[in-house]
């Protein structure tokens, strides 16, 4: 019955435009649903859970080194969770992102619902793992996989449609949650979190969603794979792309690993200590959360625009220079001092984040095709995520310490600094040593 209707709605909406324009607004919307697994919704209960935590270990070091615990318990668990990725990326290859996408909205709905019963600190540790695996990693990981087999002139373009649900969740999520906070406590807003996930995100998936357009008789853009082929006979064509091995032994992989690496580990620090930095520098809890919204917005305007720009510029000079808005994000924010100077730091940021998300996405099939895409991507966002998982930390000891923050921002600018160097050796791996 599924299948049926899934089948009769494609043609009847492919007769009237390229399908994969649906498939944009499904992975799109489904961004929206990686909230519960991202750090710009966790750190804001970051305050409120170490606040209740209680230790079954190690209780007087962590009991006087609350923060510097929680960002353990957060990194250490997304650094585990990374490691089954790959896994996904695999998962993706032989059965597709539209299965893969079904079954991780379900598992993300169940764990955002469980996450309200943890109290201590290894219960926390273990839900953010689940979350992080769940909402940062293979949710994200199977939206960008879809998109990718079904857009190539346009992939940039596409991708940084695609991409507008993450800055949307950024402006939704935190004022929505704190709402809710507010009106039932954080234990409560993490059971409607897990209830809209699954009501919300998971029929769209269900009824629209199709993994691949050779699978439907078409080619990634909407042209017909050929002459004798009629869209939705199922036949295939050769999809071209390396292997994980052949990516892996590109110095390619590793100066694109490199630099997203670094990306995801400083966005992902200023997203947990977001509302702290700012609240550290004058402003109100309210104005500093407020300020997530502007960073979404400038984040929603500037994916598009990104995106076209990956079409058409050269890609290593677009990667040097995403880099450097990464350095500018970090710089700027340790010149906030009222709410003019927030505004432009989170103006930098929402840039920072569109050219994040876009690139993560965009860098893979362009420069390793879309054959093995799954596990080349699994890969790499294993080594993405676990830069995350640990690009926190530096800021958290700095803060239980009593450290200058400002100049521990200053120097972790220095990474993507150097990385953006490197970017300027970026080169297309020769496709004669693909399958």
Not at 152 to 169: C, E
Not at 182 to 195: E, N
Not at 196 to 219: D, M, N, Q, R
Not at 350 to 363: A, Q
Request: charged share 10%; aromatic share 12%; hydrophobic share 50%.
């Amino acid at each position: 019955m599924l299948s049926s209707l899934r089948t009769s709605l494609f043609h009847v909406i492919n007769r009237r435009f390229f399908y994969g324009w649906i498939i944009l607004a499904v992975t799109s919307f489904a961004m929206i649903g990686t909230g519960p697994g991202q750090s710009h919704l966790i750190g804001l209960y970051f305050e409120d859970i170490s606040r209740e935590m209680t230790f079954s270990f190690a209780a007087d070091w962590m009991g006087g080194n609350r923060q510097t615990a929680i960002t353990f318990a957060y990194g250490g668990a997304t650094f585990l969770a990374a490691f089954l990725l790959p896994y996904v990326g695999r998962l993706l290859d032989r059965y597709g992102p539209t299965v893969i996408l079904s079954g991780v909205i379900v598992g993300l709905a169940v764990t955002a619902t469980l996450f309200s019963l943890a109290r201590d600190w290894a219960a926390f540790a273990v839900a953010f793992g689940f979350l992080r695996f769940l909402g940062q990693g293979s949710l994200m990981l199977a939206c960008v996989n879809m998109v990718s087999q079904w857009f190539d002139q346009r992939r940039g373009f596409a991708l940084g449609i695609m991409s507008l649900g993450f800055p949307l969740s950024m402006a939704m999520h935190p004022p929505i949650c704190q709402a809710l906070m507010d009106l039932v406590g954080w234990r409560a807003s993490w059971v409607w979190l897990g209830i809209s996930t699954l009501v919300l995100f998971l029929p769209p998936i269900l009824l629209l969603a199709h993994s691949k357009p050779e699978l439907l008789g078409l080619k990634p853009d909407g042209a017909s794979t050929n002459s004798d082929t009629a869209p939705g006979s199922g036949k295939k064509t050769e999809i071209w792309g390396l292997t994980r091995g052949e990516a892996l032994r590109t110095p390619t992989f590793y100066i694109i690993t490199a630099g997203l690496t670094a990306l995801s580990m400083l966005v992902t620090t200023l997203h947990v200590f977001f509302r702290g930095i700012l609240t550290s520098h004058g402003l109100e809890p309210q104005t500093a959360t407020l300020m997530f919204t502007v960073t979404g917005i400038t984040a929603a305007i500037s994916m598009p625009i990104v995106g076209q720009m990956l079409d058409k510029f050269r890609t290593d000079w677009m990667f040097c220079g995403g880099l450097l808005v990464m350095v500018a994000a970090l710089v700027s924010v340790t010149f906030v001092s009222d709410l003019p100077s927030a505004v432009v730091f989170a103006i930098i940021f929402g840039i920072n984040n569109g050219v994040t998300m876009t690139f993560f996405g965009f860098l893979w099939p362009r420069y390793f095709g879309r054959r093995h895409l799954g596990s080349i991507q699994g890969i790499g966002q294993m080594v993405g995520i676990v830069g995350a998982s640990i690009g926190a930390i530096p800021y958290a000891i700095a803060y239980d310490r009593a450290w200058d923050l400002d100049f521990t921002l200053r120097v972790l600018a220095l990474m993507p600094l150097v990385f953006a160097g490197v970017a300027l050796f970026l080169r297309e791996p020769k496709r004669d040593t693909a399958d």
